[in-house]
């Protein structure tokens, strides 16, 4: 049975007719053509599809959209101010992290959800977060190092 959720995606209002078995993944790709964020597993198990639903984490490919109704989202097209990237993504690039690019936007995603909830986070912290998160590319290190380059720039800009 069709229904209408109203949610926000990165500051914008947004009304979409879904089944009800639809999940997040889907609405933001398939009906409001944000396609940053990537579908790798379907399961939960890659990392590649996080989002941000009212400041937490959220694996979008098994997010019921329903869900949605009153929330707020916030995808990798959310991050950046025009061509300015945000702190974070800056910072897994001059770290070497990004490599094809697949898995980074969910990184990106769940990076900001961490560091904006509490920034001074530890280092196993870190590590933590990014172990829910699979890259063929890079190797975890070079994640690593953007991860805490990225605390250090936001840290910086907040003065």
Known sequence: MAQT?????NGSAKSVEIEGWEKLIDVLRDRLNLTGTKRGCDDASCGACVVVVDGEAARSCV???????????????????????????????????????????????????????????????????????????TGYEAILEGARLAQKKMAERRG
């Not at 959720?5 to 995606?9: K, M, R, W």
């Not at 993504?89 to 690019?101: D, F, P, R, S």
């Open 5 to 9: 959720i109203t949610f926000t995606v």
């Open 63 to 137: 997010y019921l959209a329903k869900k949605l109704d009153g929330k707020s989202v916030v995808t990798i097209e959310g991050m950046s101010n025009g061509t300015a990237l945000h702190p974070i993504q800056e910072a897994l690039i001059e770290a070497g992290a990004v490599q094809c690019g697949y898995c980074i936007p969910g990184i990106v995603m769940a990076l900001y959800a961490l560091f904006t909830r509490k920034l001074d986070v530890s280092e196993d912290e870190i590590l933590e977060e990014l172990s829910h998160h699979l890259c063929r590319c």
